[in-house]
């Protein structure tokens, strides 16, 4: 998985994928290729993980209308 | 029929009262509404229930002694007598103590709501929702300016700050809120991919809190399009709101927490996955050098120069063998002529004539002599001896026994 790629998953789906990889080498029928190029995308979304929540900030909005238009309001960040 | 005056009706009346013993000393729950306090300290208030009131003086020196200042709303039981203020010919109840925690209007209200609700099935177990597990947009239901607000996007940023956050700010207190957090539902109700909500409003005493016992709020909630969390007041308040989200927690901070997952037992995990990953991989590897360790013993077991090397050693062991197998008969042999031999040695004519023996052979024809009827007067024979040969002519031949040899 390239770079750009890793960047386009939302966090819990780097997270489900990270699950899956853990479920699929448990399970022990790859081989050892497939075993050691999951290995390696293993470790790229655990650290992404890990990264994602370093790097988030909360974004907040404010609705104005029930029409659902929304204002940024990064000035409520006490 | 006589005609009486104002004052002696009243009079009457006011005899008939302080006369009952029911209303001499007795105890009222009820609401305080339209509380005033005059200059002169003296208090003048209505205590009410929901289908009736009742104007109430508490005088100075006992409204001094009250270790609270009664006000609108309160629920109390107040003590006191009932009487008559002839001025006004209005019968009145003279306070003299109360105490908070008597069932007030409002609460009566809240027990009706409540139980009209509850019988509606509003509250139900099965209308909960559950809360998605990885939220992105949460929608935020509470005063823009309140410690509320702080407290959720502080528990919000410390546990997962992934998500985006959609305010919809609100009156929370007062007169104007219930309408006011039904508009903000309502505005909320409008974003796109909202995934969880939360209702709240900081601690305060329960008539601060009142605007959540509103049923237009309680069933707005109730209505709510996605799931929604209600953190209302402290720990031990319960708003109809409350009882109509698909989850009550008691404060803000615990509404936040409540929507998203935690990231510090997140990253606890991903930690986990990590050294699960290395473990497992590590594992496969090894077992693959291991079977790969197996089959290359294997391989060589059946390497046919190993084959060749086998027979090799077979047929050396063989030679080994058949060589050792000949040395040894030939030592046998060996042995067996030496012991041939010395017996040999032992019939050796020379060692016979050592002993005092001569051969005796023709010395024409070398035919060895063993009879004297194979000689004849004249005739030439060689006698040996170990250390020489006698040639010599017979002279004579007798016949007989060699015994008289001595």
């Known amino acids: 998985m390239d770079k750009r790629e890793l960047e386009a998953l939302s966090f819990e789906d780097t997270y489900k994928r990270l699950e899956d990889i853990i479920h699929k080498l448990e399970e022990g029928t790859l081989s050892l290729d497939e075993s050691v190029s999951l290995y390696e995308e293993g470790m790229q979304l655990a650290k992404h993980c890990d990264q994602k929540l370093d790097a988030a900030e909360i974004k907040i909005t404010e609705v104005l209308s029930e029409m659902g238009d929304e204002i940024d309001r990064e000035d409520v960040l006490i | 029929m006589r005609v009486k005056s104002v004052t002696k009706v009243t009079r009457h009346i006011k005899a008939l009262i302080d006369a009952d013993e029911e209303l001499d000393d007795l105890w009222i729950e009820g609401e305080i509404s339209n509380f005033t306090r005059a200059t002169s300290g003296h208090c003048y208030f209505s205590l009410k ?252 077991s059946r390497d046919p120069r190993r084959r060749l090397a086998e027979e090799r050693q077979r047929v050396d062991d063989l030679v080994a063998r058949g060589r050792a197998a000949v040395a040894q008969a030939i030592r046998n042999r060996r042995l067996e002529l030496a012991r041939q031999r010395a017996s040999l040695k032992a019939l050796h004519p020379y060692l016979v004539m050592k002993r005092g023996y001569a051969v005796v052979q023709d010395a024409v024809s070398g035919g060895r002599i063993q009879s004297v009827q194979e000689v004849d007067r004249g005739d030439l024979l060689d006698i040996y001896l170990p250390d020489g040969t006698l040639g010599t002519e017979v002279t004579r031949v007798i016949e007989g026994e060699a015994d008289r040899i001595s």
Request: glycine share 8%; hydrophobic share 40%.
């Open chain 2, 49 to 300: 229930d929901s289908a009736s009131e009742i104007r109430c003086v508490m005088w100075r020196q006992d409204a001094r002694r009250l270790p609270w200042s009664p006000s609108q709303g309160d629920a109390v039981n107040a003590h006191g007598y009932v009487s008559v203020y002839e001025q006004r010919g209005a019968y009145q109840f003279y306070v003299d103590t109360m105490n908070q925690g008597g069932v007030g209007l409002r609460w009566r209200q809240f027990l009706e709501l409540k139980e009209r609700l509850e019988a509606e099935g509003l509250f139900d177990a099965s209308r909960k929702r559950p809360l998605p597990t990885w939220p992105r947009r949460v929608g935020v239901v509470t005063s823009s300016a309140g410690a509320a607000l702080r407290d959720i996007l502080n528990v919000l940023r410390e546990r997962y700050p992934l998500v985006d956050v959609v305010l919809s700010p609100s009156l929370v207190q007062g007169s104007e809120a219930p309408e006011d957090l039904v508009r903000a539902l309502r505005r909320l109700e409008g974003v796109e991919d909202l995934d969880v909500a939360i209702i709240a409003r900081g601690g305060g005493s329960m008539e601060d809190l009142w605007a959540f016992n509103d049923e237009r709020v309680a069933r707005a909630v109730a209505a709510f399009g996605v799931p929604i969390v209600s953190g209302v007041g402290h720990e031990t308040d319960f708003t109809i709101t409350d009882f109509c989200a698909d989850l009550r927690t008691p404060t803000p901070s615990t509404a936040a927490a409540a929507v998203v997952p935690d990231g510090r037992e997140l990253r606890t995990q991903i930690g986990d996955m990590r050294r699960n990953l290395t473990a497992l991989v590590t594992d496969r590897v090894a077992r693959y050098r291991e079977r790969l360790e197996r089959e290359r013993r294997l391989l060589r």
